[in-house]
Antibody
Framework: QVQLQESGPGLVKPSETLSLTCTVS??????????WSWIRQPPGKGLEWIGY???????NSNPSLKSRVTISVDTSNHQFSLKLSSVTAADTAIYYC???????????WGRGTLVTVSS | DVVMTQTPLSSPVTLGQPASISCRSS???????????LSWLQQRPGQPPRLLIY???NRLSGVPDRFSGSGAGTDFTLKISRVEAEDVGIYYC?????????FGQGTRVDIK
């Protein structure tokens, strides 16, 4: 059974870079057809799609986040990562990693990790 | 961006009774490949979302058959034929026909 687990700092200062990693266990992140996504949810609010990366290295991200988002994959360590630069309080959210054979086929989810942006 | 609008935002339901959630998109969700990429996700309290239905009406393995999806173009519906206690949570529609992927605001289903 494939499991996803997010990890990273729970507190980030304004203007700094948020960095999260999602570790895939039970299967290899190098499975060629998989897409790995990041989705966030401000406390008490709805879901926002951040972006995805395919194992081929192709990515797509939400233009609302402009050029602040970087998503990468490390197949050797069975992980994929999110970096969000120049964060503000508006980036405070639960961040979920997710995956599936297509980027929209979000069959696998991590439990989520709360990231608070505050000085 | 494609705007997804769900109604109602809250749906109190009696156990064993049906529930229905509507999702409307600001543009047609029919992709150039002929498929319609409309999914439904369930988020139980304190848990991550869970994909229930994709491409309008296809249930994931393990999803009870009391959940069904229907619709076309810009109008879609999720129905729960007989609500059970474990169905309490927030339901989201999501479109994946265009980038960026977008979600509806969510519909809270709880028990009367």
């Amino acid at each position: 059974q494939v499991q996803l687990q997010e990890s990273g700092p729970g507190l980030v200062k304004p203007s700094e870079t948020l960095s999260l990693t999602c570790t895939v266990s039970g299967d290899s992140v190098s499975r060629s057809a998989y897409h790995w996504s990041w989705i966030r949810q401000p406390p008490g609010k709805g879901l926002e799609w951040i972006g995805y990366i395919h194992n081929s290295g192709s990515t797509n991200s939400n233009p609302s986040l402009k050029s602040r988002v970087t998503i990468s994959v490390d197949t050797s360590n069975h992980q994929f990562s999110l970096k969000l630069s120049s964060v503000t309080a508006a980036d405070t959210a639960i961040y979920y990693c997710a995956g599936g054979i297509w980027d929209w086929y979000l069959e696998l989810w991590g439990r989520g990790t709360l990231v608070t942006v505050s000085s | 961006d494609v705007v997804m609008t769900q109604t109602p935002l809250s749906s109190p339901v009696t156990l064993g009774q049906p529930a229905s959630i509507s999702c409307r998109s600001s543009q047609s969700l029919v992709h150039s490949d002929g498929y319609t990429y409309l999914s439904w996700l369930q988020q139980r309290p304190g848990q991550p979302p869970r994909l229930l239905i994709y491409q309008i009406s296809n249930r994931l393995s393990g999803v009870p058959d009391r959940f069904s999806g229907s619709g076309a173009g810009t109008d879609f519906t999720l129905k729960i034929s007989r609500v059970e206690a474990e169905d309490v949570g927030i339901y989201y529609c999501m479109q994946a026909t265009q980038f960026p992927r977008t979600f509806g605001q969510g519909t809270r289903v709880d028990i009367k």
